[in-house]
């Protein structure tokens, strides 16, 4: 599975951005998909991850609420719609699939299979 996310860019504090991840191959409904971020001189921290089937969605805490993650398998893409962005979600953004990945574990960057590269989102205040 090759990833490729885009739909980043630069937008103020308070606006939205949609990122997106299109994929290639035709096995991408078995995969579960997540998006991690990467802040400047920061660990690589969990995001959002959807199931396969998109019935399972998780969230980590500084975005719930704000966020959503999204799937459409028969085009082969997952989206995140962010909202009321902050500066402190400036970061690289990643998408990433996982084969074996069940609900927590989904939250373990560890675990995926397949990266993308990144698309850099930055809020300003």
């Known amino acids: 599975v090759q990833l490729q996310a885009f739909g980043g860019g630069l937008v103020q504090a308070g606006g939205s951005l949609r990122l997106s991840c299109a994929a290639s191959?035709?096995?991408?409904?078995?995969?579960?998909m997540g998006w991690f971020r990467q802040a400047p001189g920061k660990e690589r921290e969990f995001v959002a991850a959807i199931s396969w089937s998109g019935a399972g969605t998780y969230y980590a805490d500084s975005v719930k609420g704000r966020f959503t993650i999204s799937r459409d398998n028969a085009q082969n893409t997952v989206s995140l719609q962010m909202n009321s962005l902050k500066p402190e979600d400036t970061a690289v953004y990643y998408c990433?699939?996982?084969?074996?990945?069940?609900?927590?574990?989904?939250?373990?960057?560890?675990?995926?299979?397949?990266w993308g590269q990144g698309t850099q989102v930055t809020v300003s205040s």
């Open positions: 191959g035709r096995t991408f409904s078995s995969y579960a």
């Open positions: 990433a699939a996982d084969l074996r990945g069940r609900g927590p574990q989904l939250r373990v960057g560890a675990l995926y299979d397949y």
